[in-house]
C-alpha cells in the first residue's frame, strides 16, 4: 500500500512538473510572436488584442511563481486551455490569411478543368449522356456562385475578424464536385452486343476472302 501511494505521489508530481512547463513555455513563447511584428499575427489582430492578450500571458506566468506555484496539473491544464482559445482565434486566422487564397485558386482551377473536359466528352465520351453531364455542370456552377458570394462577402471584412469562409471549407465542397467528375470519367465505353459483334467479324472475314480472289 504504501509503495502503491508513493508511486501515485511520484505520477502526481510528474503530471504537474509536466503542466506547469507548458503553461510556462508557451505564456513565454507566444507573448513573443505576439509582440513580434514579423510572426504574421499583425496583420489578423488589432494592438488592442494583441496587448490584451499578451497581459494575460504575462499575468499567467507571474501566477504561476507565486500564488499558483504548488497547484495540481490539472489547475495548469485549465489555465493554460482558457488561454489557446484566445491564441488558437489568433493563429487560426492567420492560417487563412494565406491558406484561403490558395484554397479559391485552386477551386477555379478545378471548375476550369472540369468544364473544359466536359466539353470534350461529345466526342470521346459519347456514352455519357446529357443529364449526367448537365448534372455535374449544375453543380460546378452552384459551388462557383457560392464561392463568388464569399468572396464578396470576404472583401467587406477586415483581417482581423472571423472569416466569411475557410479553406477546409471550400476544399470539402470542391473535393465533393471532383468525386461527382471522377466518376463520370471513369465510367467505360458499354461493350458492343455479341450479335453487332459477331456481324463486324463475319463481315470482316468475307471483305477478307474477296480481296483474296
Known amino acids: 500500500k504504501m509503495i502503491e501511494d508513493y508511486l501515485k505521489s511520484d505520477l502526481a508530481k510528474q503530471e504537474q512538473a509536466e503542466a506547469k512547463n507548458a503553461l510556462e513555455a508557451y505564456c513565454i513563447s507566444t507573448r ?13 489582430t488589432t494592438e488592442e488584442e494583441r496587448e490584451e492578450f499578451a497581459d494575460a500571458l504575462t499575468d499567467a506566468e507571474d501566477w504561476l511563481y507565486m500564488d499558483g506555484e504548488n497547484e495540481p496539473a490539472a489547475v495548469f491544464k485549465a489555465k493554460l486551455k482558457e488561454l489557446k482559445k484566445t ?7 492567420l492560417f487563412e490569411f494565406t491558406a484561403r487564397p490558395a484554397a479559391v485558386k485552386k477551386a477555379r482551377d478545378a471548375f476550369d478543368k472540369i468544364r473544359t473536359t466536359v466539353a470534350t466528352w461529345e466526342m470521346s465520351k459519347p456514352h455519357i449522356n446529357e443529364t449526367q453531364k448537365t448534372d455535374l455542370l449544375d453543380k460546378v456552377k452552384e459551388l462557383e456562385n457560392w464561392l463568388d458570394a464569399k468572396q464578396e462577402e470576404q472583401a467587406s471584412l477586415e483581417a482581423t ?42 463481315n470482316s472475314t468475307e471483305t477478307n476472302a474477296a480481296e483474296g480472289e
Open 32 to 44: 513573443s510572436e505576439v509582440r513580434d511584428e514579423d510572426s504574421g499575427l499583425f496583420q489578423v
Open 87 to 93: 491564441g488558437d482565434n489568433m493563429y487560426s486566422r
Open 161 to 202: 475578424v472571423e472569416p466569411a469562409f475557410t479553406a477546409a471549407e471550400l476544399e470539402k465542397k470542391t473535393t465533393s464536385t471532383e468525386k461527382l467528375f471522377l466518376k463520370l470519367k471513369k465510367i467505360p465505353a458499354p461493350k458492343k452486343p455479341k450479335a453487332e459483334q459477331n456481324a463486324t467479324d463475319t
